[in-house]
């Protein structure tokens, strides 16, 4: 068996941006897209009390949408630590809340049975030892830190200390999503890589760890999963010429953080339409969402989530275990495939009958997963241009979203 096994079965996982960024409520970036007067930022640390915050609650919701881990942002580019760092006082512990928010993601997470991943950003904003052409000062004056050998070290450091926590005080840790591979160093190895890995690896063996550590990826080591964003890709993603484990994370809106003014969130169809595509492909889906600075959940993720399980408990078998498929889908539709059941997602609700390429006489059953009503093969008309390998069916009272269940004869 192969360390990333739980992964390629899994195929479905949450993401949560969370950090002192909710408080002003605009999304991740903030701190470097809007105008802030020198420590204004940092001072939220004085405001932020997430009372609120239920990830027991979390935990439930992600488990019932059919999500089989979770992805944690420790820190982001703010540099804000969601944990109880040892070696900086700009963390969640120094807040009016004044507790782990992460433990307590990972205990309740864990008490569900999802596996638990940990997001950390590798810039650091607020470091004298980091600076690049997508950090605040240069976004908004076009001015670069003046960045010593020194500095950098101080910052590598404070990286490699910070991940090493993490990987040593919160137990088993499955997953390492490490964010992200600025174009501006693309030509070095400005992380130094594999001091990283080895604190990494040696504390936590059986870990994933993603592709950012290095913007290309021909000429470096290989990484355990790869990760293109936002998109379904065409094809199963491939690296050096062999195929790759990858995942594609996206946003329900416009925002990875939370924003009080993005209302802009994906239909369901969307969501599961990306799910499938990304399975269909041989891929995972990391859906995000970015909670309050209460600590709550946004309304319309929630409402989402609850969609997606009730999606999930009818159609959930053709995400987890599932596959792509060597079969041609007919028009408006992706398959994924587990042993002999070949699973058809529908993209649009059908005009009549759908024909199937390349199943004549090859097809024991189908039936409808939301309903479970049997679909007819239509043998009696309509075939005279047909390709011989090509079968009729109609499937009834159908609708976008609905995935049919095709049993393959053996």
Wanted: proline content about 5%; overall charge negative.
């Amino acid at each position: 068996m192969s360390k990333a096994d739980w992964f390629t079965n899994a195929r479905f996982g949450l993401f949560i941006h969370w950090g002192l960024y909710a408080i002003p409520a605009c999304g991740e970036w903030t701190y470097a897209r809007n105008k802030w007067a020198p420590g204004e930022y940092e001072n939220l640390i004085n405001k932020f009390n997430p009372v609120e915050y239920d990830p027991a609650y979390w935990a439930k919701l992600a488990k019932a949408a059919g999500m089989k881990y979770v992805v944690f942002t420790t820190r982001h580019h703010d540099g804000f630590c969601m944990f109880d760092s040892k070696y900086t006082d700009y963390k969640i512990t120094n807040t009016p809340y004044g507790k782990d928010v992460t433990g307590m993601l990972v205990e309740a997470f864990r008490a569900e049975g999802l596996r638990i991943g940990f997001y950390h950003s590798l810039p650091d904003w607020t470091h004298h030892g980091w600076s690049d052409q997508e950090s605040p000062e240069y976004i908004q004056n076009k001015v670069m830190k003046d960045v010593s050998e020194e500095a950098h070290r101080g910052y590598l450091d404070l990286l490699n200390n910070h991940v090493e926590q993490l990987m040593t005080e919160y137990g088993k840790i499955d997953l390492l999503f490490l964010d992200y591979t600025s174009q501006y160093k693309a030509d070095g190895d400005y992380y130094d890589r594999e001091r990283l890995l080895n604190t990494i690896y040696s504390n936590q063996p059986d870990i994933l760890v993603d592709d950012r550590l290095s913007y290309f990826k021909e000429d470096v080591r290989d990484f355990d999963y790869y990760t293109p964003e936002i998109c379904v890709p065409n094809q199963p993603q491939q690296v050096k010429g062999k195929e790759v484990i990858w995942e594609t994370c996206c946003t329900m809106n416009d925002h990875w953080g939370y924003c009080n003014t993005d209302f802009n969130y994906k239909p369901l169809n969307t969501l599961t339409g990306g799910l499938m595509g990304c399975v269909a492909k041989n891929g995972n889906l990391l859906l995000n969402i970015g909670p309050d600075a209460k600590g709550n959940f946004p309304e319309m993720s929630i409402r989402r989530l609850e969609e997606l399980a009730e999606w999930s408990l009818l159609n959930g078998e053709s995400v987890c275990g599932a596959g792509k498929s060597e079969y041609q889908p007919p028009f408006a539709g992706c398959y994924t495939q587990k042993g002999n059941n070949l699973y058809l997602y529908l993209l649009l609700q059908p005009m009549g009958d759908i024909i199937l390429p390349e199943l004549k006489d090859k097809i024991e059953y189908i039936c409808i997963l939301r309903t479970g009503q049997t679909v007819d093969l239509i043998n009696d008309w309509g075939f005279e241009l047909l390709k011989p390998e090509e079968q009729r069916i109609r499937p009834l009272n159908v609708k976008a979203g609905d995935v049919l269940k095709i049993v393959l004869k053996k």
